[in-house]
């Protein structure tokens, strides 16, 4: 299989419209985010909302907000939609 990137901005356009769905602030969905966070500094709003621009991103930090979007089994967004071609 070949390598593919990891689309950070599809995960902010995620992020984002789960965000207005449930007429959430920033900072209400990086509570929500860190809510099971037990180790490590939280994830501070900035590193969300910066996804849409930045190249690169952590593995911890991008796997919280996967989870927080529920993604896994439960979405009609699969993880295939974040992988670049």
Request: charged share 30%; glycine share 8%.
């Amino acid at each position: 299989m070949p390598y593919r990137d990891f689309d950070l901005k599809a995960l902010y356009d995620a992020l984002e419209e789960r965000r207005r769905e449930r007429g959430m602030t920033w900072s209400t969905v990086a509570k929500e985010v860190n809510r099971h966070r037990t180790t490590g500094r939280p994830i501070a709003v900035s590193t969300i909302t910066g996804l849409r621009q930045k190249a690169v991103g952590e593995g911890e930090v991008i796997l919280q907000m996967i989870l927080w979007l529920k993604l896994i089994f439960t979405d009609s967004l699969s993880f295939k939609t974040f992988l670049g071609n």
